[in-house]
């Protein structure tokens, strides 16, 4: 029998090496990717996942009480969302997904805007003059290819600042996916593609998506780099996400970047229960790993960070909220008469003549 080729030769299974800076107890365990950060901008970064936190707790509560609409709980992520975010420039494109509100009011959207946009009021996308970013994205995945054709936008303006975009473990088993890491791969588009792996796409566990060992090692087929990152460790995302926008900035392409996360909450508030496909046991372990207390414990040691400093930051953040959402809720009330008004450049008589019917009873 003659000896063919074995696939099995063939079958690519790269070690991955998981990009770490904290381990679970805050003690620094690579000092070679320790970032450049000054002691008031590490503080910063904590305040700025504690107020995720907050503003995650709140958000619940805002829903359940219906004075907030649709909203996607980000407890858990906060390392992964907000210490990529960090790496970034104020110039640079912001394009979410419907996880990433706080990354959107931290890159400068005033948080009543978002509130807003969770209500389903038109209000919630109109966004500053200066704000380099598009509202939420629902489509699973649709952002990427957005992504990849602001990048090559940024790049024929000779820009020197780069696009980046979030999409969930799911989210890589879309079309859209593919597709935009291969556009911008091929045009060496200045783009940070951003995979927040935390297990679950609503119910379905990562392993049922796809039978790559990871999500980070797809870049290979794109040409780009991917590297994977402790998600619940905030130094080690930022310190990835710098060396990508900067690598991305300086005409060499885009790259991906695999966070591993969780998120502790439900996939948003609308119905899901985690309690029907994740355990209990899971549950207990990643909680163990709360990016929170990792970054705390770390500020601690150093002397940073107190309990009072923490309470007195809470209540800010708190009042805050309080603020944006009484603005939120002194917004003007939509009307259908607006609804049919935003609808065409050009309105065409058939739905002027509506318009007509609805503003004259609006009017009453």
Do not use: C
Request: proline share 5%; no cysteine.
């Amino acid at each position: 029998m003659t000896k063919g080729i074995d696939l099995k030769d063939y079958f690519a299974t790269p070690e991955t090496k998981t990009v770490k800076v904290l381990d679970g107890s805050g003690k620094v365990v690579n000092e070679d990717f320790f970032p450049d950060l000054s002691d008031d901008q590490l503080v910063e970064l904590f305040k700025q996942m504690v107020w995720s936190r907050i503003l995650n707790e709140r958000s619940t509560k805002l829903n359940r009480q219906g004075r907030l609409g649709f909203f996607a709980p980000t407890a858990g992520e906060e390392a992964s969302q907000i210490g990529s975010n960090f790496a970034m420039e104020k110039e640079d494109f912001l394009l979410p997904a419907y996880r990433d509100v706080p990354q959107l009011v931290q890159h400068g959207l005033p948080l009543y805007k978002a509130f807003l946009w969770s209500r389903g009021h038109v209000e919630g996308n109109e966004y500053p003059a200066d704000l380099q970013a598009l509202p939420p994205q629902i489509i699973i995945g649709a952002q990427y290819v957005q992504a990849a054709g602001v990048a090559l936008g940024l790049q024929k303006k000779g820009s020197k600042n780069v696009a980046y975009t979030y999409t969930g473990d799911g989210g890589t088993s879309q079309g859209d996916f593919y597709e935009g890491i291969n556009f911008a791969g091929a045009f060496k588009s200045p783009a940070v593609f951003i995979v927040q792996n935390n297990g679950y796409a609503i119910s379905v566990p990562r392993a049922t998506q796809t039978a790559a060992p990871t999500l980070s090692q797809k870049a290979v087929a794109a040409g780009i780099p991917g590297v994977q990152v402790d998600g619940m460790d905030a130094l080690a995302v930022y310190a990835v996400t710098k060396a990508a926008r900067e690598w991305a900035a300086a005409g060499n392409g885009p790259v991906l970047i695999e966070t591993l996360t969780y998120r502790f909450g439900p996939h948003t508030l609308s119905g899901d229960d985690p309690k029907r496909y994740r355990t209990s046991e899971e549950e207990s372990e990643w909680q163990e790993k709360d990016p929170l207390i990792r970054m705390r414990t770390f500020l601690d040691k150093k002397g940073l960070w107190s309990q009072e400093q923490e309470e007195a930051w809470t209540k800010e953040v708190n009042e805050q909220i309080d603020e944006a959402m009484a603005k939120t809720e002194a917004a003007p009330v939509q009307k259908v008469s607006d609804f049919l008004k935003n609808t065409f450049v050009e309105t065409p008589a058939v739905i002027q003549e509506q318009i007509d019917v609805y503003a004259a009873k609006e009017g009453k």
